[in-house]
């Protein structure tokens, strides 16, 4: 499950998101594959150039409603910063799935009173919880192109790196003056940087937890079900959007009432049943398909190995913490769903590269392209450099790949006191500068969430969590090749290359115990009270967390120049790229997910994974009964258990099906998509939810790198389950009634 | 996989089988449920009862073939004394499993030729290698009804003991009777002692290896797919019966020729399909679906808890022992895939009885039974006492249960040196007395089987084994509870059951090292010579494994004494509640697997295992692509990578599938198997051998307590799939043109 923990926090990508390297690279890549099966997260504009196709697949529908991003069903389809949503009721209801709202359950827990375990039903209004701190809904009201305002006249002579100022600087004034109306504005590049859009959103501040079942339901199977079928996942919860009296995208105030959007969906008491065509509107986050092969392959031999070590060990590090202390358990419990997340879904791509031959696969796709360069002078001549240049430039970031990625981990490491350090000390150093000069990052118009972060992570902060990862981080810093050393950290720690490890491990230890005792950033207030203070005045603290992070800004600041070096090399050279590909194939192609909106649309249909073996397309509460045991993850709530002997007593509900004679669970359809559009909306072609998108399968989600047209399965939990679950287990009927319009 | 390991070694029950316990008890229990789906594995005469049912599957052949031991296709089918196996050629070529080879394989391999691991190939009958002493051919040629030369005029009055002693009596007497015309004859008892059996038997002592494929194909998948599906094991081999010039069935001679047998099976080519109807005729070992509750209930919460615990250990030991010494690997192979297929299997029933509430259902099955006796007091008057004296019986079973199965592990391991001992020893103790008076283990008809398994006990034979497997036996010894203590071993060991583990340990050590370097056993020509020696001259040679077993002699008698005297009470009891079953039930039943040949039939059919999981009916060459890695057990041989390679480019073969367009590996059916009926004949119902049964399915193992007729299933290797791999595989066209009748 959990699409949404591999995609990246933001609502979608802001031009470092943009500019970061691996999507700098993302191209149109068709070659030989024609458009098949149900390949493709489109653009919502994309969607009535497919009508011939939808219409094949029996859809009776108007495809231009989708394009529509003000109209029904769009206008209900929102993103909640990392994850789907979409609006249910006239008053702001909003579903997603039960493992997009851990932060809100999370923030509102106590060790008393886990909400992450018990689950949540406000029975009122009243009763509904503030998520929390930076906790968003995203409402993309606007497309439109703007390749011309980015790329045009821009000077071929510019140096790489003057280039990327430069595309910077254009994205900022687009940015800055598509905001003067109120709206969150982004801009996006799609095929490798030979296109441009900015996307409108509205901001909604106020998001309020108002329903999620219990762990032994919306977390059913856990770990050992995760990315696997079949499944009998409860995976769906619900919040609420609010605004000011007044209708405005304002922060948490208690005054604040629902907000009524123009669209929301009507939840489907029939679900979806084998056969059906079905869409899915959501932000899916980050595919690499159309990515040069040397790019993947330095992902499945480094990037995705490394992924799955260091995963595996930091999730053993973190439970067994968990099981000393029931705090920390809570503080780090969002953190250790997210690596066990990862570390599968990283062996589940690593598996299809290699045992299924998907690298080996995406080799001969590039040899294609090579040979149709070589193959005729002109293109030879247009196109016969890009490549090589490209690899150049994959090479040379691997050159100091280990340290780069020990230093992002050491100070960038999300959710510790040394990332809060560093946020604290490079705003101070960016807030100085006039907006147009800042850091994207650190522009005004990001200025309340970075504020909102640092409060928000008071919930997960843990100074015993800190120690043991940054000690594991630090015994990977040790072990640096002499090339790739991290020359103050051997200082300040007193490493080399030739200590034991033995002497290594005691030294960190000391350092470590300077570290976290010698800084006050475990204070909600000192981080939020820095974010004011000047780089003198965070210097004069004495804060050791501070000096570490000056200590080492230098470094990072070389790193980021060289990044933003290489980027300005692939605004260069990816558009050509992407030329290539375009020219040597043809037909109408989706850009790889980059975190914008993008509707994708299949079958309802079951899959033989393996020789031998079918994959049936729905399960059923009887699975649920079979997989309970005692014990979670597979632990069933009593009342589950009552309802489920009730049904079978004979007790009459509209959602059981007549052809399973039992409630739907979870259901597997053919339509594309990856982490980001988890608690995507799942629609009929009526428009109407019957689902929720929630996960891949682990033997089909190294998707991501080249779609699998036959086996590929998205897992949706069917809307009957939810409705049931809310009928007859967890008696949220305030909720039902809304849902179905009778209040 | 490995039907054959859990079953017993005899061909068929002996006397001693029939009156163990738990076989004393088998009744027919046919209760509430009616004769469903597939269930049953049918005396060979109870066929043409069923014609009715065959007839609506489809049967349009003479249900009363089955019923002719010497006809065809029964005259083709024989036992391998615990296997199955038949005929295929005129010239006495016998197929059946890979893993019902392991012993002969096992006997002619050497540290540097391991055919267990590279198989083997004879491409002339000069090549082929005999088994080894004690592999057999049994072929059943006649079955009679014996029950009033048995039960007739048996004085109710006798003691339960005297009763014992006087069954055994008549079946001595009548098993001399019957073999005076050369024929093996065999006395076996049905529905709990209701109905008795006499099995007449040809007994062919000469058996030669012909082809067993590489364990990449005859075990691929090894342990890790054991009892699963998808399956794609080539378990199949062949062997061939030799017979004197003269058509006598003599033991190994140079000079012995092939058999000749009246019926073989033709092989089809057209393998088995989804929806045909197939029969497998065996010899199915045991099932214990007409046992009292608490007979499987003490199965179920302590003799398989029990065997999975040792197992597990035992396997972890042997396995370490196997990695440090090649030979020793060899001599411990056979048992450590016995081993871990009990294992399995042992888990497999445990889950299907506590998970899958098999044991709660045998519960209600008694409840019912008790409720029909209470409701009538006739029927009370009858049988009221039956199920609380036979519950007595078992409960006073279990009082020594520990002790009485650490003292047959320590006096009779198998394959042990302290089970050579004892074999000797009690051999000298029977051997003075008259025949009809020796324990029938002993008699006269059962010494040269007693010689040759002494003689190929030295393939399996080995201190170290026996060094670590006793040092695990007798930990368990020294922590006997007090009520439970074998006097002798505290003494000779020096145990108590106040000591410490760590003393515990040292005495063990410190006897073991006497006890195995102290005895000469481990010699062969020293075992076979011992086979004529008198008790007195065993005793002079100061032999520490015969003193160990002289001094535990008597304790183990008088195991055996009240084992006697329970199975006299058996005799008494067991008819009552058989008949109390009967007259509660109706209707043809099946009696419990008892090791005598049986005729099951169902469907090729697929099967949802859980919910929304569909087991597909066959597999193919792709799944075994699928599934190929380089190491064991999923390593595939170059020739079948090369094999499955032109078939891919195009090489025609007879044996492709057309609508699989693969050519079929392995297949599901309904039918009612358990271990023994491994190797067993699949046919069609034009009698043609279609593919071999070689397992259950993990998830419905349990049926051998209760038959699910929904989810069970047996796995079959397709006779697809042992032709193309003889034809394209392992150039086995010697025997492909012998079973197809061109030579």
Redesign the interface.
Known sequence: MNHQRSSPKRPMPSLRAASAFICVLCVLFATARPVTADEGMWMPQQIPALTSKLKSMGFAGDPSAFADLTGDPMGAIVSLGGGSASFVSPAGLIVTNHHCVQGALQYNSTPDRNLMEQGFLAKTRAEELWNGPGSRVFVTVSVREVTADILGKLDPGLSDRARFDAVEKRVKELTAAGEQGGLRCTIASFFEGMKWFEFGQMEIQDVRLVYAPPAGIGNFGGEVDNWQ????TGDFAFYRAYVSPAGKAVGYAKENVPYKPKHWLRVSPKGANPGDLVFVAGYPGRTARLTPYSEVKQTVEWGLPRTVERNTDQIAILEKLSQEDKETAIRVSTRLRGLNNSLTKSKGVLNGMIQGGLLAARKAQEQSLLAWIDANPKHKADYGDVLPALNALITDRARTRERDSLLAEICGGKGSVMGAAQTVYRFSIERPKSDADRDPAFQQRNWSRIREAQDRLQRSLDVKADRVLMKYSLAAVAKLPASQRIDILDKEIGLSTEMSEADADKAIDAFLRKLLTGTQFYQKDVRLACLDRSTADLLAMNDTAIELTAALYPLAEEVREKSKERSGAGYRLGPRFAGALLAQSGGLVAPDANGTLRVTFGQVL?V?P???????P???L??VV?KATSTSPFKMPEAQLSAIKALRAGKMTPYLDPVLNDVPV?FLSTVDTTGGNSGSATLNSKGELVGLLFDGMFGTVASDYLFDPVRTRSIHVDARYLLWTMAEVDGATNLLDEIEGRR
Chains 1, 2 share one sequence.
């Open positions: 079928w079949p499944r009998h079951g033989a393996r020789d031998g073996l079918w994959f049936l729905q399960t059923t009887q699975g079979e979870n």
